[in-house]
């Protein structure tokens, strides 16, 4: 029998095997401590640097600086408009202190940036911003990471936020676009205060839930969703990436966010509720408010309708018979053309209402869904080609009209003729879009999740501004709800929902604004 012969040389084996490792482990334990000591005197030489960097910066100007980071400051969109009304009623604010944007945006000048954001948002600065241009902004951009995109965007904003730390140093510095893992950096390695103003969390519990229960949305494929190894792998990940989001988060001393909903989600994640506040962005509901809000009379009703029928009639593809129209009640959907948009739904619901619509002029032919909104590469063109086959597919095409890219005018003229606004996003964060179309004196049909549900849809002084939905009957029973409405109900919504958005105006935001950020800002000027 061999097994007992080799007994005593496998046990010879295994003590000197057990006899290696721990004759290591006195060699590791001491590297690993020099290493930590010196990895430790690398941060503390990097912040006295920074420091030095800062204090010699301050000497020079005479006053603090306040640093806003922002890679698309150039771009027209709401998160860019509360970047605009900070930088102004922080300068209104604080004269003697100095102010800079880091920016992603190349080809342009600060001069131009500034100029655009008066163009767009008429908004005009007190006095002159700096501009800290960035080069390596591709490393925020989702297009740079197929797979692991929350992890890698994350990791590249790190990058950049050395970037800019190295490029200057600022007493405060502020996150406007929720690039959360480069607080740290400016707090630890700097010393800066740090402030950050959310727009929605990088990942949500929502998104988990999402993942958990294996339903296929935008950022859920299917074959993940079909896959339970791979929706579990996920599950894992996403767990993993909400704690280290969370430890970044928490370095800020000051936290805003947009809304309600994004409140709750960033409290459960960052857990710093004595530093988190609500600062509801600032919508441009002026040009919208000039629109008197008049009972609708329906002879003048028919007439307007029977000739913007003839004008589709003429100059409208595909409008199918929307001339011979006696009255009609147009459905209108603000938003770019991507894919948490859910026009899908929009679309399937609209049909639905059709379906509850007998023939005739008062009924299915009175109606029309108008989709407007902005292609923003050819993955949106392609995204709307799509969409238009749907409405082929269940034969309403006649009835369902795109306007791409349109002027502001036009945008205008439709949501202040339409009779419903409709909004499909599940879970958006706030919702500007609903706020526009409430200030244009539109009743708003949206989703009954986030933004809308939490903050916009909800009663004002007791009374009702609007409808929620989430399927396909609920959207198509709503939307018939609003359409039975006599034109006195309609009106009374109506001006419901245009008072209560003034809570959203320019000047409440800069209000709730400047009263987040007081507490810092008085320590800088000291």
Not at 34 to 40: A, D
Not at 204 to 215: A, G, K, Y
Not at 406 to 424: C, M, N, Y
Request: hydrophobic share 40%.
């Amino acid at each position: 029998m061999a097994g007992p012969e080799h007994q005593p040389h496998f046990s010879l084996c295994f003590c000197d095997f057990m006899r290696l490792l721990w004759s290591l482990v006195v060699p590791c334990a001491y590297l690993s401590l020099v290493l930590t000591l010196v990895l430790l005197l690398l941060l503390l030489g990097v912040r006295m640097w920074l420091q030095g960097r800062r204090k010699a910066r301050r000497t020079q100007d005479g006053g603090p600086a306040v640093a806003f980071f922002h890679p698309y400051c150039n771009a027209g969109g709401g998160g860019e408009r509360v970047l605009w009304c900070s930088l102004r009623a922080l300068m209104h604010r604080y004269p003697g202190v100095s102010f800079v944007v880091y920016t992603g945006d190349q080809g342009v000048t600060g001069e131009q940036i500034v100029e655009g954001a008066r163009r767009r948002f008429n908004i005009t600065l007190p006095r002159p911003v700096a501009f800290v241009f960035l080069r390596h902004r591709v490393l925020v951009e989702a297009s740079s990471y197929p797979h692991f995109t929350l992890l890698g965007q994350s990791a590249g904003s790190m990058f950049l936020g050395w970037e800019a730390l190295t490029a200057f140093v600022p007493d405060l510095y502020v996150d406007s676009m929720g690039y959360a893992f480069t607080l740290p950096i400016f707090r630890y390695l700097a010393g800066c205060k740090v402030a950050s103003y959310v727009h929605y969390p990088t990942v949500s519990t929502d998104m988990l839930s999402v993942v958990r229960e294996r339903n296929p949305r935008f950022n859920n494929a299917d074959f993940i969703s079909r896959n339970p190894v791979l929706s579990a792998v996920k599950v894992v990940y996403y767990c993993c990436f909400a704690l280290l989001y969370g430890l970044a988060g928490s370095c800020s001393d000051v936290i805003m966010v947009n809304s309600t909903w994004t409140l709750g989600h960033i409290l459960a994640l960052w857990r710093s509720p004595s530093r988190t506040c609500v600062v509801y962005p600032p919508c441009d509901v002026r040009a919208f408010l000039d629109v008197p809000l008049e009972e609708e009379d329906e002879d003048e009703a028919e007439e307007g309708w029977e000739e913007l029928g003839r004008e589709l009639g003429s100059g409208e593809e595909g409008n199918g018979g929307a001339g011979g129209d006696r009255k009609c009640h147009s459905i209108v959907s603000v938003g770019q053309f991507r894919p948490e948009k859910d026009h899908r739904l929009q679309i399937r619901a609209f049909r639905r209402l059709l379906d509850r619509k007998a023939e005739g002029p008062g009924g299915r032919e009175s109606l029309r869904l108008v989709l407007i909104g902005g292609c923003r590469n050819q993955e949106d063109e392609e995204r709307v080609l799509m969409l238009r086959g749907l409405c082929q597919e269940l034969d309403v095409s006649d009835r369902v009209h795109f306007k791409l890219n349109v002027p502001f005018e036009e945008l205008k003229r439709e949501l202040v003729d339409a009779t419903i606004g409709l909004h499909t996003m599940w879970n958006e964060h706030f919702g500007i879009g609903v706020v526009e179309c409430m200030a244009a004196g539109t009743i708003v049909l949206a989703h009954k999740s986030g933004g809308p549900k939490l903050d916009i849809v909800v009663p004002y002084e007791g009374g009702r501004t609007g409808f929620l939905a989430d399927t396909e009957d609920g959207y198509a029973a709503a939307m018939e709800t609003i359409l039975s409405l006599s034109p006195t109900a309609r009106l009374e919504i109506r001006r419901n929902g245009r008072r209560s958005v003034e809570r959203f105006s320019d000047q409440e935001f800069e209000d709730s604004f400047l009263a987040a950020t007081e507490s810092l800002m008085s320590k800088l000027e000291r």
